[in-house]
């Protein structure tokens, strides 16, 4: 696994990230998101959608990984969008 999947990872555990397309959506509209990824093998209109809201709030969406390795990285099951909500671990990530 990379560096950046182990970091999120760490960022989950620290508890500074939402999972799920709807609480993604909400934390976007709520300006609590600051970085978002989106598994590469994620439903056209779900794609569509986290897309659309992220440019709309400005915030960067990273499509790298498929759900599987992010899923793995958060230890849960069929993760397509995680949403970051700190911004040392945004910084981290982006990089």
């Known amino acids: 696994m990379d ?3 182990n970091n999120i990872g760490l960022c989950n555990r620290a508890g500074k990230t939402l999972t799920g397309t709807d609480i993604v959506v909400e934390g976007l509209r709520n300006n609590k998101v600051l970085l978002v990824f989106l598994a ?6 779900t794609s569509k959608k986290i897309l659309d809201k992220a ?3 400005g915030v960067e969406v990273i499509q790298k990984y498929t759900s599987a390795l992010l899923s793995q ?3 849960k099951t069929n993760c397509h969008v995680v949403g970051i909500i700190d911004r040392g671990f945004a910084k981290l990530l982006k990089e």
Request: no cysteine; net charge positive; aromatic share 14%.
């Open 73 to 75: 990285a958060l230890g």
């Open 40 to 45: 590469t093998d994620t439903a056209k209109n």
């Open 3 to 5: 560096k950046t999947l």
């Open 55 to 57: 440019t709309f709030y």
